[in-house]
Each structure stands twice: as structure tokens, then as C-alpha cells.
């Protein structure tokens, strides 16, 4: 466990001692919501088992934003630094095993890796890459169509093909249940 994470980031094993200490077990059962959209987010959680969705309200509607596998951290970012209301709610998709951490525990583990050139470095990069995620999947909007943002999810991420149901994965590519059995009836004939 946390096995990716301290590959990462060479911390001395103390403080890997005092900051992984700092962990609570969970065990969640599918259907949970973590977060609500609009609440103060206080936690950061570390997914060991199960997958997890980001998703708002727009209108009335439940809108996927992003899925969280095993070997992930997650929380709402802005509302965990900043203490704003968070503009995601978090739910569980499967039964999980999640380790959350609170805000003093992650603000005084990065308090240390801020004084270290080239963990604040790699903690950045870090950063970014999701980042980086979001700007993708908000960009293939704009660019590609639905099918090819579909080919490209069971590319680059099978595992949410294979687990996550088809409601919230017609949601996440922006379209509906419908158009999304047309599209994978498309591609069998095609042969895609």
C-alpha cells in the first residue's frame, strides 16, 4: 500500500512513518457519498481498493467528472486548500477500501516537502499531471466527437470500461445511455 506514492516522492522513513500513520482505514460500500457538492472538503483519500466518481449537479442532472481507480489519492482540491465550498460531489461506484487523511496531516506533510527543492518539485509535477488530465478531457469536448472521446477512454483507461456502469460513463463522455449503446453498436460493425 502507498507503495506508488513513496516511489514518487524519496522521503526520509520517518516521516513516511509519521505522515502514512496519520491514515484512517475505510471500509466503504458502493453507493456512498463522501463529499457533497457545497461542503467544505476536509479530507484527502487514498483509494486501496475500488473506484470512485467526481461528479456536479447541472440542473437537476448528475454529471460525471472524473473516476478514481486503486493507488489514487483524491479530494476537491480547491475546497481542501482553500476551504471553499467544493464544486464536486464524491461517491463511491464499487465497495472500497479507503484511507483518509485529514487537512492539519496533509498541510504539516507538505509544510516538509515544501522545505525540500526537489520533493515540492516532484509534488508540483505531480500536481499538474492531473491537472493536465482535467485540460484533456475538457479540450476533447471542443475537439472530438463522442465516439472518438469513447475510443479513446477504453485506450487510455479499460479498467473504467470494464467497472464502471454505462449511465456514468455516458455521462462522463458528455452524452446519453442511448447515444452511447449507437456508438458501441457503431464500432462492432466497424470493426474499431
Not at 13 to 36: C, D, H, N, V, Y
Not at 41 to 54: F, P
Not at 110 to 138: C, G
Request: net charge positive; hydrophobic share 40%.
Amino acid at each position: 500500500m502507498f507503495e506508488h506514492i513513496k516511489n514518487r516522492f524519496p522521503f526520509p522513513k520517518e516521516k513516511w512513518r509519521k505522515f502514512l500513520g496519520a491514515f484512517q482505514r475505510m471500509e466503504i460500500p458502493a453507493k456512498t457519498l463522501l463529499l457533497k457538492e457545497g461542503e467544505i472538503s476536509c479530507n484527502a483519500y487514498y483509494i486501496e481498493k475500488g473506484l470512485v466518481r467526481a461528479w456536479y449537479n447541472n440542473d437537476g442532472k448528475d454529471v460525471t467528472f472524473q473516476f478514481f481507480l486503486e493507488n489514487t489519492m483524491f479530494s476537491s482540491l480547491e475546497s481542501f486548500k482553500k476551504g471553499l465550498p467544493s464544486m464536486v460531489s464524491f461517491e463511491t461506484i464499487e465497495p472500497c477500501i479507503l484511507y483518509k487523511i485529514n487537512k492539519p496531516d496533509v498541510d504539516a506533510f507538505l509544510e516538509d516537502v515544501y522545505e525540500n527543492p526537489e520533493l515540492r518539485n516532484l509534488f508540483m509535477d505531480a500536481l499538474f499531471e492531473r491537472v493536465f488530465d482535467y485540460m484533456k478531457h475538457f479540450f476533447s469536448f471542443i475537439k472530438d466527437t463522442p465516439q472518438q472521446r469513447y475510443l479513446d477512454l477504453v485506450k487510455q483507461k479499460p479498467e473504467i470500461i470494464k467497472r464502471v456502469p454505462q449511465h456514468y460513463i455516458a455521462s462522463y463522455l458528455g452524452i446519453t445511455t442511448v447515444h452511447l449503446s449507437r456508438i458501441k453498436s457503431k464500432i462492432l460493425k466497424e470493426g474499431l
